[in-house]
């Protein structure tokens, strides 16, 4: 096994082996002494420090030791210590040493500019280092497109496109992949000229820096006070959705509508579907304030992983729970009056008492009360008089929706109303008894009483809201 050592480029420790040490360090050396000295010679050696740690990035986040094959890569990229002498540029694009050679005349020493290709940074990355690769190739701060990105995500005009150039751009794992996607000419060749200008940019760049934390605070703000208003609705769904005036769980809220696996199902995907982006956004915001470095694959991709299966879970439940009201059915019940006498028929409430204190959930014009206790929904009926009728009769029609028709029968049939006859007086319950098990069906009664002609009806107070009058 091979001595390594640790060696510090550009304020980035690497470890790089003993013999790729020495090779690297007379490079090194012979630069600086083509270099000479002065400031600009020491600029050039800092310049050259910080391109040396950017080409062995992948080798550092590899986890492995700089080998003397990798400094013979980036020796290559860069260029041999000969092109740092003090030179000009021929009109043909050669590089004319003013040193000369062994008989004095001018030396030309070729150079072969590197081709820019479009790469994904994934060293440099918040999610799938698109944006860096593109600062990268069009040579811009990656703040500025994800900048871009943001705005587009709210407009949703930038999801599409992101995916498209995650999957369409390489990423750039090796050396020379990352000299590609930085491109240009070797790094002996840049422009001094082109240095200082970019010294005159660090304002701009300053700029950058504060408009990117301004963003990230206020997407930090706003996913943070999305993400509670997220919590507290799905948690108090009822409160939320005005289902229920009470603070009731989603997921017991989604199991009286879809059961308990699929009412479950449903709320889960539906945190997950929401609450992932709100989660990446508030992370996004994070990054932009403090800088630190992302969490790379693990991050972005079980974050993908689970808004997928958020996605999954929220459409199987939806449709699940659609599937629970597909068919309706009723459940007609005649009873038969016996013997009438007098020519007043007297409508009376039973002393049924469903105050349900533990909830109350309007759905579809229906008030329903939860005793939790007894797990048992009440609903009031719905009592409709028909007067003109041949005969004095009362029928009680249950009905229920369910996935099937016979499921439906049975939520029906499940339904417990209590109606007597005494002579002259008809008494009913005033509301209806749906078992806890049955759920939510949007389950109704309707209680019909055929008058005939010339006997009076009284209802009582407490039934007239409940009553409708018709004539056959």
């Not at 590609?180 to 840049?190: D, K, W």
């Not at 660090?202 to 509670?228: D, E, M």
Request: aromatic share 10%.
């Amino acid at each position: 096994m091979k001595r390594t050592i640790v060696i510090n480029l550009s304020g980035f420790a690497y470890t790089i082996e003993e013999d790729a040490h020495d090779r690297l360090k007379g490079y090194l050396d012979k630069v600086r002494i083509y270099l000479g000295g002065g400031e600009d010679a020491e600029e050039t050696m800092t310049d050259l420090d910080a391109r040396l740690a950017e080409l062995f990035t992948p080798v550092a986040m590899n986890q492995r030791s700089i080998t003397i094959a990798d400094v013979e890569e980036v020796i290559r990229i860069i260029g041999d210590p000969e092109v740092f002498a003090s030179d000009t540029v021929t009109e043909d694009g050669s590089r004319k040493d003013t040193k000369g050679g062994d008989d004095g005349s001018a030396k030309e020493v070729p150079f072969v500019p590197v081709r820019r290709r479009l790469y994904r940074d994934p060293y440099s990355r918040v999610l799938g280092g698109v944006c860096s690769g593109l600062g990268a190739y069009f040579r811009m701060d990656p703040f500025v497109f994800r900048i871009l990105f943001v705005i587009g995500f709210f407009f949703g005009i930038s999801i599409i496109p992101y995916i498209f150039l995650w999957i369409a751009m390489p990423k750039a794992i090796t050396i020379e992949q990352r000299s590609q996607m930085y491109g240009g000419e070797p790094f002996a060749n840049y422009n001094p000229a082109a240095k200082k200008s970019a010294r005159n940019n660090t304002g701009i760049n300053r700029v950058f820096i504060v408009l990117r934390v301004i963003l990230g605070i206020i997407l930090t703000l706003v996913s943070f006070i999305t993400l509670t208003g997220l919590v507290f609705s799905l948690v108090f769904m009822g409160k939320a959705t005005s289902l229920a005036p009470e603070m009731v769980p989603a997921i017991e809220m989604a199991r009286l509508f879809a059961g308990n696996l699929n009412g479950t199902l449903f709320v889960v995907g539906l945190w997950l579907t929401i609450g992932i982006p709100v989660l990446m956004i508030l992370y996004l915001g994070l990054h932009l304030i403090f800088n630190f470095r992302s969490g790379g694959k693990l991050i972005g991709a079980l974050a993908l992983l689970l808004w997928l299966g958020g996605i999954g879970s929220l459409a199987y439940g939806s449709i699940a729970t659609m599937m629970e009201f597909r068919e309706r059915a009723s459940v007609e019940l005649p009873v038969i009056p016996g013997s009438f006498t007098g020519d007043t028929l007297y409508i009376r409430a039973s002393d049924l008492n469903y105050s349900g204190d533990d909830m109350n959930i309007t759905f579809k014009n229906i008030l329903l009360r939860y005793d939790k206790e007894k797990d048992l929904f009440y609903d009031e009926p719905e009592i409709r008089i028909v007067e003109g009728a041949d005969n004095l009769a009362f029928v009680v029609q249950k009905k229920s929706y369910g996935p099937t028709e016979q499921k439906a029968r049975d939520y029906a049939d499940k339904i417990d109303y209590y109606i007597e006859f005494n002579g002259s007086e008809l008494v009913i319950d005033k509301a209806f008894k749906i078992p806890g098990d049955s759920g939510i069906r949007k389950q109704k009664v309707i209680v019909r009483v055929m008058v005939p002609e010339g006997v009076h009806v009284e209802v009582d107070s407490s039934l007239k809201r409940l009553t409708r009058w018709s004539i056959n």
